[in-house]
């Protein structure tokens, strides 16, 4: 187990223990915004060897954490633009994924399915698929209430969209997690 760092809403590195990142693994962080909170702890873990994609839609956090990559020599990180929301929109193959993770990202979107969905297709069989999503609990930060997805409609949505449930965390005081397995 590598040791990252903690946020004030989660234990980085609890959270990455939970799907077992290995050397030579091929990772996406779907999502993964301009800081690649994830990113950056991922690309240690699969080392020169495995690569991890940086999806996210704005361009301009593409350029940064390219930029970032470049400078901590970290060629392993691929940065990729794409809208999630579209299925097959993102430009890495199908059943090519050992690990995706969406962070943060599906109470941003009204197409929370198609997002599963595109993750689910990247994914290899027995890929697992990470999600961590805002509680319901009150909180100084993080989407209004009525932009939370409550894990109940989640762990629904998913077993429809192919994926099994391995396990339910708390992800911090603010966030719960799921670690699903593409059937």
């Known amino acids: ?77 691929i940065p990729i633009w794409s809208n999630l929301e579209v299925f097959k929109a993102t430009n ?14 599906l109470h941003q979107s009204d197409k929370r399915a198609e997002i599963i969905r595109e993750a689910t297709r990247m994914l290899k069989r027995n890929g697992r698929l990470l999600i961590v999503e805002w509680n319901s609990a009150d909180s100084p930060l993080g989407p209004k209430p009525d932009k939370r997805l409550k894990i109940e409609s989640l762990k629904s949505a998913v077993t429809k969209l192919g994926l099994n449930i391995q396990e339910e965390f708390v992800a911090g005081p603010y966030h719960y997690g799921l670690v699903l397995i593409k059937l």
């Not at 290995?22 to 991922?42: I, S």
């Not at 890495?92 to 990202?105: E, F, K, P, Q, T």
């Open 1 to 77: 187990m590598i040791e990252i760092k903690k946020t004030a809403l989660f234990d980085i590195t609890a959270i990455l223990n939970k799907i077992a990142v290995e050397e030579r693994q091929r990772v996406a962080e779907l999502g993964c915004g301009n800081f690649g909170f994830f990113t950056f702890p991922l690309a240690r873990l699969v080392g020169r060897s495995g690569k991890v994609y940086a999806v996210d839609i704005i361009k301009s956090t593409l350029i940064e954490i390219k930029d970032r990559a470049t400078k901590n020599n970290l060629p392993q990180i």
């Open 92 to 105: 890495i193959d199908a059943s090519s994924l050992d690990r995706a993770l969406l962070i943060n990202v």
